[in-house]
């Protein structure tokens, strides 16, 4: 009965136009059936049939009745049809809004968002079919470059990221305009970028594409009105039946890059297998460097210092030895530079400075001598905070006697300018720990820098001594920094003696204190020890001479 209802009134309202028609329609048929009812009532009332009255006025009423509901069944369906018709195109939008959305998300799976590039998932994907395409290929047929820029972490950090991504940007663009429509640059992340190279007849040909990508960056890029030069590093991976995975051609692209980076700002490098054996060598030694400083697991030897021209003992520098498992001992040349660039050396510097100082304030008890101890100190150390309060605590836990204590420091410390290295410089000299320069005149400072830290003396490098004897500007420069130290009233030690002649020509010029082979080897605790107990018996009078 429901569907059967007449139409609401506002319903009517909505309908508009085409129902005014059937309305009309309604009143003339009203009328026509009216006028019928009224000829056919007036005829049964001149006929005398006025008892068929009632019946026939049913009769009109529910014709106009039955006509009524027609009507409002038609009308019923109208709605009806426009309201499905409305719904299929809502269905219709919203299925195109998702499909755009969709395909906006597909693309920005696969793009970078700052440069618009191929991101290294793409790349991947990319890579992929062309190491399939190759697969059987005898010659290399796609080669990839990996690009780092050089110092970009300088440009985030001095003027903002918005700069940094805008550099970033216009670096991209220029890259591309130097690259065929068929290659592929990618942004892998940060400043990481990398190139896919099909289509080259011989290796030469992507050296001089790559040649040309480091040619592109050299003038200069003016962002927000400043002049920002770039610089690139590109590792070169030639592809082959060899590579299976995109992670592997990646991996030596990476190794290849880290090379040219390492010999210098600008430059690219071909990979070849034993970058990838060194790479495993260098990841296998920080491994054991990090286990090795959790353990402790380090031991120092010793190397005397002594005066000129008496050969007396002055002093010891310490120096670290690491037994690897496996045996083989190494020097700190070996492993040093991985503890600078793990971070590790900060807790094997105050390890060791620890040993060294109790060692030599056992040997300072054990003989009576005020002997000095020398142990080398990273330029990291010297900006921290705890620096000092380590060394404070190494000596006084030692029992180390009171100006014993020398730090040998590069010159790259020096070049720190920053306040805290300025205090710790100071609170060290109020400790009464002298300060040596370690391997002065190789490093990067100039002797101006000299002026802006209390050094107490210069430790003459051993590249000089050995050209003591040699009249050429080697000797000169030897000869030159040990009168500096004496204009400047420092202390002086000459490094790697190892001939009657280098000491006699050290002796000639004036230098103090020296050390070296002619004297003693970097001896063992136990033989350093028994150096000492030999040197010092012979010399009751506080004096130790070495045979
Ligand atoms: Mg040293």
């Given amino acids: 009965m429901t569907l059967l209802a007449e139409p609401r009134s506002s319903d009517t309202a909505t309908q508009g136009s085409s129902e005014a028609p059937r309305g009309a329609r309604m009143q003339l048929y009203s009328v026509v059936v009216a006028g019928s009812a009224a000829t056919f009532a007036t005829l049964l009332a001149m006929t005398g049939r006025m008892w068929m009255l009632p019946l026939a006025a049913a009769l009109v009423y529910l014709t106009i009745k039955s006509y009524r509901i027609y009507c409002g069944q038609i009308a019923a369906d109208q709605r009806h049809h426009e309201e499905m018709m409305r719904l299929h195109r809502e269905a219709v939008a919203a299925l195109d809004a998702a499909r755009q959305s969709e395909q906006r998300y597909a693309r920005a799976a696969r793009h970078d968002d700052l440069t618009g590039l191929p991101n290294r998932r793409l790349f991947g994907e990319l890579l992929q079919r062309s190491m399939a395409r190759a ?5 290399p047929r796609y080669a990839v470059l990996f690009i780092d820029l050089d110092g970009f972490k300088l440009v985030n950090d001095s003027l903002g990221h918005l700069v940094g991504d805008q550099f970033l940007v216009a670096i991209s663009s220029r890259l591309q305009t130097q690259l065929r429509p068929s290659d592929v640059l990618s942004r892998l992340g940060g400043d990481e970028f990398a190139v ?5 007849a011989t290796p030469d040909e992507v050296c001089v594409v790559t040649e040309r990508l480091q040619r592109s960056l050299r003038d200069p890029i003016r962002i927000q009105g400043r002049e920002l030069y770039a610089s690139a590093s590109i590792g070169m991976v030639l592809g082959g039946p060899h590579y299976e995975t995109v992670d592997d051609l990646l991996r030596d692209a990476d190794i290849a890059m880290y090379r040219a980076k390492a010999t210098g700002r600008g430059g690219y490098q071909i990979f070849d297998p034993h970058m990838h054996a060194s790479a495993v060598e260098r990841l296998t030694l920080e491994t054991e460097l990090r286990h090795a400083v959790e353990r402790h697991d380090f031991t120092l030897v010793y190397q005397p210092i002594v005066e000129l021209p008496s050969s007396e003992i002055c002093g010891l520098e310490a120096f670290v030895r690491w037994t690897r498992p496996g045996g ?140 003591m004897t040699t009249p050429d500007h080697g000797c000169a420069i030897g000869n030159a920094i040990v009168k500096l ?19 006699e020509q050290l002796l000639a010029l004036g230098c103090p204190h020296a050390q070296g082979h002619l004297f003693s080897e970097p001896r063992t605790t136990e033989a350093t020890e028994a150096l000492l107990a030999r040197a010092f018996e012979r010399a009751p009078s506080n004096v130790a001479r070495l045979s």
């Avoid at 896919?196 to 080259?200: A, M």
């Fill in 135 to 139: 697969a059987r290929a005898p010659e």
């Fill in 196 to 200: 896919l190279i099909e289509g080259f």
């Fill in 328 to 467: 083989r001992v190494i020097g700190p040349a070996d492993f040093i530079p991985v503890a600078e660039e793990t971070g590790l050396i900060v807790p094997l510097s105050y390890s060791v400075l620890g040993d060294a100082c109790g060692q030599a304030a056992a040997w300072q008890r054990m003989f009576g001598q005020p002997l000095g101890i020398s142990v080398n100190i990273s330029s990291r150390l010297f900006a921290r905070t705890d620096f000092v309060d380590e060394v404070e605590r190494a000596v006084e836990v030692s029992g180390l006697l009171p100006g014993t204590l020398r730090l040998e420091i590069t010159e790259n410390t020096l070049l720190n300018s920053a306040d805290i290295v300025h205090t710790n410089f100071e609170r060290l000299r109020r400790m009464q720990v002298s300060v040596y320069l370690d391997d002065f005149g190789t490093g990067y400072s100039s002797l101006s820098s000299l002026q802006r830290y209390p050094v107490d003396a210069l430790k003459l490098d051993r590249s000089f001594v050995a050209k």
């Fill in 485 to 503: 130290a004496q204009e400047l009233g420092m202390g002086l030690i000459a490094e790697g003696v190892e001939t009657l002649a280098h000491a």
